[in-house]
Antibody
């Protein structure tokens, strides 16, 4: 069974950093690209970025709203995807989801909540 | 950036009725790479349709997607109680991937 579990969320002050993890199981991690999405409280869905698997070039793309502040990486040996979030802003508050794949992902985690507030 | 506009914002229907949801793109979606998701409160989104018209695994056949270019439609042919939720379209044909603002289907 494919499972994705996000962790690392919490309350953080503006300007600080946080690293989210997406721990996976039930599939060959290295064969799949991984994506991050987020959802502000009571709002719609927003794409954050994705990282392709090595076989597809390993390239990374980001939404304009996070480019230069967020970094997506992966550890294929551990089956974990990461979202390093620096220079956090209050508007980064939300539930962060990881998914397997980047085109119409079917598998989503349950999300981890990030709250940026002083 | 492709802007997706969903209509209506809210659809109030009774169980058994047919729901028609629209998603219009500001420019043509490459490869008709348009997906539909269902989201219920406190849950992650659930993929319903990909490639504009292909049902994802395990999705009942009362859900159908159609359209191409800039105009896409999700039809729920007979609403079941579990179908009352928010529905989002997403284009995956170009970066940045973008979502519509959502259509809420609630019980009349």
């Amino acid at each position: 069974e494919v499972q994705l579990v996000e962790s690392g969320g919490g309350l953080v002050q503006p300007g600080r950093s946080l690293r989210l993890s997406c721990t996976t199981s039930g599939f060959t991690f290295g064969d799949h690209s991984m994506s991050w999405f987020r959802q502000a409280p009571g709002q719609g869905l927003e794409w954050v970025g994705f990282i392709r698997n090595k076989g597809s070039g390993g390239t990374i793309e980001y939404a304009a709203s996070v480019k230069g502040r967020f970094t997506i990486s992966r550890d294929d040996s551990k089956g974990i995807a990461y979202l390093q979030m620096d220079s956090l802003k209050t508007e980064d508050t939300g539930l962060y989801y990881c998914t397997r794949g980047f085109n119409s992902p079917q598998y989503w985690g349950h999300g981890t909540l990030v709250t940026v507030s002083s | 950036e492709i802007v997706l506009t969903q209509s209506p914002g809210t659809l109030s229907l009774s169980p058994g009725e047919r729901a028609t949801l629209s998603c219009r793109a500001s420019q043509s979606v490459s490869g008709n790479s348009l997906a539909w998701y269902q989201q219920k409160p406190g849950q992650a989104p659930r993929l319903l349709i990909y490639g504009a018209s292909n049902r994802a695994a395990g999705i009942p056949d009362r859900f159908s997607g159609s359209g191409s270019g800039t105009d896409f439609t999700l039809i729920i042919s007979g609403l079941e109680p579990e179908d009352f939720a928010v529905y989002y379209c997403q284009q995956c044909g170009s970066s940045p991937r973008t979502f519509g603002q959502g259509t809420k289907v609630d019980i009349k």
